[in-house]
């Protein structure tokens, strides 16, 4: 029995110590993925307990509604290790090196953000993906056209659906707090007009009266209709406004 617990031990360190060969495969074009990203801003994404364990894709560039350059990060394979239940902890060999493949790192990275998100649907999701290999931006442009379009239509459907809501929302209480960066971003990518698109939470006062967020120009409460400014207001009837 002693023999074989040694042969075993033996033959993870041989795999270990083989780990250089096989990172630099991983810098091949094959072994890798690339994960490409369509919204614009940066995307950070934590893997605890893996190695590496933060990931950071690159924003993508738009002009207008205009896509013009992509976002693009390249994943290879990710270490962990898991106790070993016949070996005492400390001592050597008590952790077994466990490899995830690129295409596993790169899926989880994506369905991670994608599921961590509201209003999404099969046709209306993150512009946030994922092809293997180790590809270029031209590579992706010439290899995946279609695919880089239908993902930048279903990203414009849930950018329009945050919209949609973010109007409701603050139509129903006039709060900026009830807004999203997200959904800010969203409405500028679309080119959408509204109050809340471009009002900062520095524009906006407390109403005294129904406690909700107003502009800081206003005289009376758009909500509860109560005089907020009483000078302004008496300067306006005394000119006849």
Known sequence: ?????????????????????????????????????????????????????????????????????????HVEEG???????????GRPGSSIRQITPPTEMARSICEDYTSAHIETSETAQPGLFWVEGRLTEKDLIEEYPDLISDRLRMQFNWFRRLCALADADFKKNRNMLSVSDLQRSAAKILGVRAEWVEMQMSEYVVCKFCTTQIPTFAIKCPNCKEIVDKEAYDKLVKSGV
């Open 79 to 89: 270490v962990h290790y898991v106790p070993n239940p016949l070996v005492d902890e």
């Open 1 to 73: 029995m002693s023999d074989d617990l040694d042969k075993y031990f033996e033959d993870e360190l041989a795999k270990s110590r083989s780990a250089p060969a096989l990172a630099k495969k991983a810098g091949s074009r094959k072994y890798a993925c690339t994960v490409i990203n369509l919204l614009p801003f940066e995307l950070p994404e934590e893997k605890p307990m893996m190695l590496p364990s933060v990931f950071r894709v690159p924003e993508a560039r738009f002009e207008g509604n205009k896509l013009v350059k992509l976002g693009i990060l």
